[in-house]
């Protein structure tokens, strides 16, 4: 790869949720995605990188159990109802979670190191040609994602990884100019 090929690579990618909910993605792509956030740098070699993959019926379980988390919550009924059916709207949802450190500085650590590894994800889910968009958590369903997907209480819940087939493309939203200091 070129460092321009490299460059459209990055520049393309768009967090889309226009997905083909009906159209499988082959589970090769889904492993390959996956592994991609593992090669993420991570502080002293912690590996914080917790993934769990949810397809089929079990889409609606992690909707479940983040809206009767919600309720307890006290969020608004008609969020708590359109949590239930969110991740129907693709075939993959990939539940991305940093481990706990053993210091508050190496938890914190774990959470940029994970975040470096959905980026990993997003771009390797850009070169297929897929669709994807990291949704964040609902406040106070930490502990019963966590419990659903076989991961630790103390793991901290960074991301929910929509993946399918695109329907449409979307447009890339303006970038403000980056705050660079050069120093010389
Ligand atoms: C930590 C994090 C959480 C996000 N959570 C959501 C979310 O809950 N819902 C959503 O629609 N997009 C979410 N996004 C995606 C952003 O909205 C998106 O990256 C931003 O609009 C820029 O668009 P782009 O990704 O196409 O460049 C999240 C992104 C990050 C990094």
């Not at 967090?15 to 592994?35: F, M």
């Not at 993959?92 to 210091?103: K, M, P, Q, R």
């Not at 994602?145 to 209480?153: E, F």
């Not at 793991?155 to 493309?169: A, E, F, L, M």
Request: glycine share 6%; charged share 20%.
């Amino acid at each position: 790869m070129t460092p321009d090929e490299l460059e459209n690579l990055i520049t393309a990618r768009r967090s889309n949720l226009l997905i083909d909910a009906s159209r499988e993605v082959d589970p090769e792509l889904v492993d390959r995605i996956v592994n991609t956030a593992q090669w993420a740098p991570n502080h002293k070699r912690t590996w914080p990188l917790r993934v769990a993959v949810i397809s089929g019926d079990s889409r609606r379980a992690l909707g479940d159990t983040i809206a009767d988390a919600m309720a307890v919550h006290g969020d608004d009924e008609m969020k708590v109802t359109k949590t239930r059916g969110k991740f129907m709207r693709a075939p993959i949802i990939i539940v991305v979670a940093a481990a706990e450190g053993t210091t508050t500085n190496e938890t914190e650590e774990n959470k940029y190191a994970v975040a470096a590894g959905v980026q990993n994800m997003l771009l390797m889910t850009e070169s297929f040609g897929l669709a994807a968009l990291w949704g964040s958590p609902a406040k106070g369903a930490n502990n019963a994602i966590t419990a659903l997907c076989s991961m630790n209480r103390t793991d901290h819940v960074i991301g929910i990884i929509y993946v399918g087939w695109p329907t449409q493309s979307v447009a890339a939203p303006q970038r403000p100019d980056i705050e660079v200091s050069r120093l010389s």
